[in-house]
């Protein structure tokens, strides 16, 4: 889950963002201030958009929102008072993990991308990296979706060249780590390092 407010660019919005799906895939349904964005598909719901928010939420960030238990359940009376049935869950898990690269292979469509195997700690997750250095056993960062990259950048479930990627392998630059260094690469970390701690402490 992420929560984004740009009052200036996009108005007195509260966009809540639960899961990606195809554009084509969407619908909307909107009960006084509050919209339900949800899959034509499935009918599970993917984002709430609530209009107004200043009338409910005192926001004072601009752009990706600091999830906390207190908003958390704000949004949820406000959705809960629409009469929708849906209720948010927070999620505090470090999005900014160490990894473990137990696999790799080469991309079956792209001669510079690798297919990755990172155990994640109690989860394995398929990434896809471009990173001329990556290899099998590396201890390595990996920005788990949902994570908000320092350049504002959301790691959302992606499809690289017909593969599927949950989650991106960073460098140090990508992480705005003081002296990273410009060439291309991602950051390997020491041997030491434990699979599934938060990178950012």
């Not at 966009?15 to 969407?26: G, N, W, Y």
């Not at 207190?70 to 900014?96: C, G, T």
């Not at 960062?141 to 350049?151: E, I, W």
Request: net charge negative; charged share 25%; hydrophobic share 40%.
């Amino acid at each position: 889950m992420n929560i984004f407010y740009n009052r200036e660019g996009i108005g007195d919005t509260l966009l809540i963002t639960l899961k990606q799906i195809p554009t084509e895939d969407r619908q909307v349904e909107r009960k006084g201030n509050v919209a339900r964005i949800f899959s034509s598909n499935t009918n599970e719901t993917v984002a709430f958009n609530i209009f107004e928010a200043s009338t409910y939420f005192d926001i004072q960030e601009q752009g990706v929102v600091t999830l906390s238990e207190e908003l958390v359940n704000s949004v949820n009376d406000v959705i809960a008072k629409a009469e929708y049935s849906d209720q948010l869950e927070l999620d505090l898990s470090p999005k900014f993990v160490i990894g473990y690269v137990a696999e790799k292979e080469k991309h079956p469509n792209a001669d510079k991308l690798n297919v990755c195997q990172v155990d994640v700690g109690g989860q394995t997750l398929q990434i896809v990296c471009g990173a001329p250095n990556v290899d099998k056993g590396q201890k390595v960062v990996v920005a788990k979706v949902g994570a908000v990259m320092p350049s504002g950048l959301l790691i959302k479930d992606a499809q690289l060249r017909g593969v599927d990627s949950f989650g991106m392998i960073c460098s140090a630059r990508e992480l705005d780590l003081p002296n990273a260094p410009q060439e291309k690469g991602i950051l390997v970390l020491d041997a030491d390092a434990e699979i599934g701690s938060a990178f950012f402490k």
